[in-house]
């Protein structure tokens, strides 16, 4: 028969064995997560690289980011050029492997700006959008839009241009329904409605 002191011990020990199974788990969870972090980089990298790549085309001369024979008709107020405000969506960057934004070369994207003249609704106001590459190897970085010429038509000038991981997505894709709502939501501001 079992005594209640043997009983006793049998379920000590079976806490003790539940304890280190928990402490192992606890254990093998923490070095997980660890061994992730340096994965979560690149998220913050995407980050950057779309923040870098806003500001970039929201500074330059709207003719620098123009394409596709659409001229901007700005129209200056008390002598000064109406903010451009931009949204935009990295498809991808070379060197694909880097971590950090400093060794970023090339970043291929979309970019939908609109020049915010006061008091004018974006449904009327002068947009320049399309698939744009960046070089950041310069400062500030080189802005250079997909063209179609006389000779070339706008799908292929942009197989020339993208690599072909991007080019389904350059011909597809545009800003991301979050994007886009921000991008109101700052052009709003800034046109002052």
């Not at 192992?24 to 870098?52: C, F, H, K, W, Y």
């Not at 008709?73 to 002598?79: F, R």
């Not at 400062?139 to 063209?147: F, K």
Request: one cysteine or more; glycine letters at 8%.
């Amino acid at each position: 028969m079992i005594s209640r002191e043997s009983l006793a011990g049998w379920y000590r020990n079976r806490f003790v064995g539940v304890a280190v199974i928990l402490l192992a788990v606890s254990a093998g969870t923490v070095v997980l997560l660890n061994r992730a972090a340096p994965e979560t980089e690149p998220a913050d990298l995407q980050g950057q690289i779309m923040s870098r790549m806003r500001s970039t085309l929201e500074q330059a001369d709207p003719g620098q980011h123009n394409h596709a024979g659409h001229g901007t008709q700005q129209v200056a107020t008390e002598g000064k050029k109406p903010p451009v405000i931009c949204g935009v969506r990295v498809y991808g960057y070379e060197p694909a492997e880097v971590t950090a934004l400093a060794d970023v070369r090339t970043v291929y994207g979309f970019h939908l700006c609109g020049v915010a003249e006061p008091k004018r609704p974006w449904d009327v106001a002068v947009k320049l959008a399309g698939p744009v590459i960046m070089d950041m190897t310069t400062e500030p970085p080189g802005i250079q839009v997909v063209e179609a010429t006389a000779d070339v038509r706008f799908v292929d000038r942009l197989r020339e241009m993208f690599p072909d991981r991007y080019e389904e997505l350059a011909l597809k894709e545009a800003l991301t329904e979050s994007e886009m709502a921000d991008q109101r939501r700052r052009y709003d501001a800034a046109a002052g409605l």
